[in-house]
């Protein structure tokens, strides 16, 4: 019985206590900014964007989650290839992200590579000398395109657009009223 026990505290308990991410007291220290290179259409950005959407009212207090589309934007894209040469790479591949003067650069999205993202972003808002790399250099740039995690998720299907639910309930309509018409002809 005991080695039931045992067996099922370890099997459902402590997974439970795993995954959680400590969130620091809040300050008035600046929000962290994480920037999201990405592709539109990139399974792998849109499960970063996915992942961050579906967490920011957690994590909304510390970090703003920000994005530059580079497959459809060649601004954006020199844009990402000024980033990377600040930190002396070159980059293959999106999603390239980037916090304070820490990048990651996956060729994939999981949900270690969340919970890193967020550690390190929670740490760079406690962190003093935070330096926003992204936007020292984006201070230069008038033609990049930046979009905030609401209008990247928009963009990427995450959010419905504000038209999405009018179309669906007038092609609902059209259906539903089709049908009645049919049967009320097909009775006569």
């Known amino acids: 019985m005991k080695k039931i026990l045992v067996v099922f505290l370890m099997l459902f308990l402590v997974p439970l206590t795993v995954s959680a991410v400590e969130l620091p007291e809040k300050t008035d220290h600046e929000k962290v900014n994480i920037y999201i290179f990405r592709g539109h259409g990139c399974s792998h950005c849109y499960e970063a964007l996915e992942f ?100 990247s998720c928009h963009e990427e299907g995450i959010i419905p657009g504000k038209y999405d639910t009018l179309i669906i309930f007038t092609i609902l309509l059209f259906v539903v009223g089709g049908g009645a018409l049919f049967i009320k002809f097909a009775r006569k």
């Open 52 to 151: 961050f959407y579906e967490n920011i009212e957690e994590y909304g207090d510390y970090l703003n989650v920000y994005t530059y589309e580079v497959w459809n934007n060649t601004a954006n894209a020199k844009f990402m290839e000024e980033v990377a040469a600040a930190f002396n790479l070159t980059v293959s591949g999106v999603p390239f992200m980037v916090i304070g003067d820490n990048y990651t650069n996956t060729r994939g999205f999981n949900e270690s590579i969340s919970e890193e993202l967020v550690e390190t972003a929670l740490a760079a808002y406690q962190d003093e000398n935070y330096v926003d790399l992204v936007g020292q250099l984006a201070k230069d740039h008038d033609d990049i395109e930046i979009l905030d995690l609401e209008e």
